[in-house]
């Protein structure tokens, strides 16, 4: 069965401060994995993509890395922001049509 | 234009209602979804289309009934709702690859319909 596990669940980190969540998965064939940001009651923004070849991927203070071989990523948030609090979602994908979400990390920037 | 727009924003209903949720997008996507997702859970899929054409049904209660008029548009009409139903209803799009394999592109979501069902 095709899963994605994210940790931790939820973190509280303090403006200014950096921040790293995990996802851990066993989709396979891999095809690619995506980290989305979604605020509440919103719909999922994609931060990042990234194929089997690709270690690393950066958008902005957002950094995505991928080790394909241990099945595992992380997303690095630098120099946090308020706007950074929101759920973060990890989506692997095979080749199917299927996606398959983790259950997301809950990001609380305080000032 | 990288938008896939959503209406109505939040609706509510009773349980002999009949509705509809509207997506559009126009980035040229010839695969558009719907998710159902409850609180602190991720998406769950519920319907794809291809091509206009309705490619994948996840087993998803008659009550829902999705329906793609055009490249561009894609419905989601309900009728009979159950109070367990409420929940934020997702629309998204991607371009499918020739083998048919929908999910190798990035997605893109629409904001949501917020749905309650009373």
């Known amino acids: 069965k095709n899963q994605v596990e994210q940790s931790p669940q939820s973190l509280i980190i303090l403006e200014g401060k950096n921040c790293t969540l995990q996802c851990n998965y066993t989709v396979s064939p891999f095809s690619n994995l995506r980290w989305y940001k979604q605020d509440t009651g919103r719909g999922p923004v994609s931060l990042t993509i990234m194929t089997f070849s690709e270690n690393t991927k950066s958008n902005g203070r957002y950094t995505a890395t991928l080790d394909a071989d241990t099945k595992q990523s992380s997303l690095h948030i630098t120099a946090s922001q308020l706007s950074d609090s929101a759920s973060y979602i990890c989506?692997?994908?095979?080749?199917?049509?299927?996606?398959?979400f983790g259950a997301g990390t809950t990001v609380t920037v305080r000032a | 234009d990288t938008e896939v727009t959503q209406t109505p924003k939040h609706l509510v209903m009773g349980m002999t209602n009949k509705k509809s949720l509207k997506c559009e997008q126009h980035m040229g996507h010839r695969a558009m979804y719907w998710y159902k997702q409850k609180a602190k859970k991720p998406p769950e899929l519920m319907f794809v289309?291809?091509?206009?054409?309705?490619?994948i049904n996840e087993s998803v209660p008659s009550r829902f009934s999705p329906e793609c008029p055009n490249s561009s548009l894609l419905n989601l009409h309900l009728h009979a709702l159950q109070p367990e139903d409420s929940a934020l209803y997702l629309c998204?799009?991607?371009?499918?690859?020739?083998?048919?394999?929908?999910?190798?592109?990035?997605?893109?979501f629409g904001p949501g319909t917020r749905l309650t069902v009373l």
């Open positions: 989506v692997v994908s095979a080749n199917d049509y299927k996606l398959s």
């Open positions: 998204a799009s991607s371009h499918p690859n020739g083998r048919g394999a929908y999910s190798t592109d990035t997605q893109y």
């Open positions: 289309y291809s091509y206009e054409k309705l490619s």
